[in-house]
C-alpha cells in the first residue's frame, strides 16, 4: 500500500512539474503576443523568437552492470557474454524547444526553454549446442536416450528519459566585446532536471550437458544426464529530480554575409548550475544454481539464493556544466543552427547494486534547429 501511495505521490509531482511548465510557457507567451502588438514596426527586430530543434546524444549514466556469481562459468564454457546483450542505450534522440522575448528599444531577454530526450535497448541472445545422444541395451533391444542440451538465453530492456526545463533572464553585455562584432549575453535563471531510466536483465543458462551409464541392477547399465543450471534476474529503477540557479554565457560571431542576404555566425556558450534534488534507487536481485547428476538434483551450494536491491533515496546537491559551439545562418526574421554540445550532471544518479554508486550523467553530441522571429 505504501508504494501504490509513493507512485501516485510521484506521478502527482510530476504532473504539478509538467503544468507548471506549460503555464509558465503560456504566461510568456501571453506577455510576448501582448508586446508584439504594440512593438514599433520601424524597428526591424523582431521582439520573439521562436525556436524548435532536435538532438542525438551520447548518453553515460555511470551505472554499474549486474554480474552474478556464476558469470565466469558461461564464458568458460564458450557461450557469449551476457554483458555484450545487457548493456544500456548508447545514444538518445529527442525534441527541444525555446521561446524568447526580447523588448523593442531594450538589451534585455527573457526565455523559456525545454528539452526532452529518450532511449530505449532491447536485446536478446540465444546459444544453444547440439544434444548429446547415447545408444543403451535393455535385453536384446537397443534404446536412443538424449540429454538436454546446454544453452545460454539472455534477455534485456533498458530505457531511460531525460528533461531539462529552464528559464532565464539575460542582458547583451556589448557589442563587438572581443572585435569583429560578437556580441554576448549573460543570464541568470532556474533549471530544473529530471532523471529516470529502468534496467531489467533475466540470464538462463545450462553450461554443460553429460550423460552417464549407471549400473542398477547386474548387467543392466541405464543413462542419466548431468549438468549445472543457472538462473539470475535482476530489475531495477533510477531517478534524480532537482531544481536550482543557473548562470549561462552565450556569444555569437558573424563570419560572412549579412543579416539581410543571410550571414553566417559562429556561436558558442558555457552553462553552470547547482541543482537542489533527491536520486531515488528501486529494485531487487535473485541468483541460483541447481546441479544433477543421476536422478538427484540439488542447489549449488556456493551460489547465493537471493541477493536482494534495497530502495534508497538520498537528497543530493548535484553540479551541472555545459558547452555549446556551432554555427548558424541567420536573416531578419529566421535562423537555422547546427553544431555540438555538452552537459555534464555531477552524481546526479545512483548507480549501484548493493551499496550506493553515485554517477555522473553525460549527455553530449551534435544538435539542430530553427529559429523564426515574430514582430519587430
Not at 57 to 71: L, Q
Not at 130 to 155: C, K, M, W
Request: proline share 4%; glycine share 12%; charged share 15%.
Amino acid at each position: 500500500m505504501s508504494e501504490l501511495m509513493t507512485n501516485r505521490i510521484e506521478h502527482q509531482d510530476c504532473r504539478r512539474s509538467l503544468l507548471a511548465t506549460v503555464s509558465a510557457f503560456a504566461v510568456l507567451t501571453g506577455i510576448c503576443s501582448t508586446r508584439c502588438a504594440v512593438a514599433d514596426e520601424g524597428s526591424g527586430a523582431p521582439t520573439v523568437w521562436i525556436e524548435l530543434g532536435g538532438q542525438l546524444d551520447r548518453v553515460d549514466a555511470g551505472e554499474k552492470t549486474f554480474i552474478p556469481p556464476f558469470f565466469d562459468t558461461i564464458t568458460a564454457n564458450g557461450f557469449g557474454s551476457p554483458l555484450n546483450v545487457d548493456r544500456l542505450a548508447q545514444y538518445s534522440n529527442g525534441v527541444e524547444g525555446t521561446i524568447s522575448f526580447a523588448p523593442s528599444g531594450s538589451d534585455w531577454v527573457v526565455s523559456a526553454s525545454a528539452r526532452y530526450g529518450r532511449s530505449v535497448s532491447q536485446k536478446y541472445l540465444h546459444q544453444q549446442e547440439d544434444a548429446l545422444t547415447t545408444v543403451f541395451a535393455i535385453g536384446n533391444s537397443h534404446q536412443y536416450f538424449t540429454a538436454a542440451p546446454a544453452y545460454e538465453e539472455v534477455r534485456s530492456r533498458n530505457s531511460g528519459s531525460h528533461l531539462i526545463v529552464d528559464f532565464r533572464a539575460g542582458k547583451e553585455i556589448g557589442v563587438g566585446l572581443f572585435g569583429g562584432g560578437t556580441h554576448a549575453i549573460v543570464s541568470v535563471g532556474v533549471r530544473f532536471a529530471q532523471f529516470d531510466g529502468s534496467r531489467s536483465a533475466t540470464i538462463r543458462a545450462r553450461t554443460d550437458s553429460q550423460i552417464a551409464l549407471v549400473p542398477i541392477i547386474p548387467g543392466v547399465n541405464l543413462p542419466f544426464s548431468g549438468f549445472h543450471e543457472y538462473f539470475a534476474s535482476s530489475q531495477r529503477s533510477s531517478s534524480f529530480k532537482g531544481l536550482g540557479p543557473s548562470l549561462t554565457w552565450n556569444a555569437s560571431t558573424p563570419l560572412l554575409g549579412n543579416s539581410r542576404d543571410g550571414e553566417v555566425s559562429l556561436d558558442w556558450g558555457v552553462n553552470a548550475a547547482a541543482l537542489f534534488g533527491r536520486q531515488k534507487l528501486k529494485g531487487h536481485q535473485i541468483s541460483s544454481g541447481y546441479v544433477q547428476y543421476g536422478r538427484k538434483y540439488s542447489r549449488i551450494a556456493q551460489i547465493p539464493g537471493h541477493s536482494g536491491l534495497d530502495d534508497r533515496s538520498h537528497s543530493v546537491v548535484v553540479p551541472n556544466l555545459g558547452a555549446v559551439a556551432g554555427l548558424s545562418l541567420n536573416y531578419e526574421q529566421a535562423k537555422v543552427s547546427f553544431g555540438y554540445r555538452a552537459d555534464f550532471f555531477f552524481g546526479a544518479t545512483d548507480g549501484g547494486l548493493d551499496t550506493r554508486k553515485s554517477g555522473t550523467v553525460d549527455f553530449y553530441g551534435p544538435f539542430a534547429s530553427v529559429s523564426v522571429g515574430i514582430g519587430g
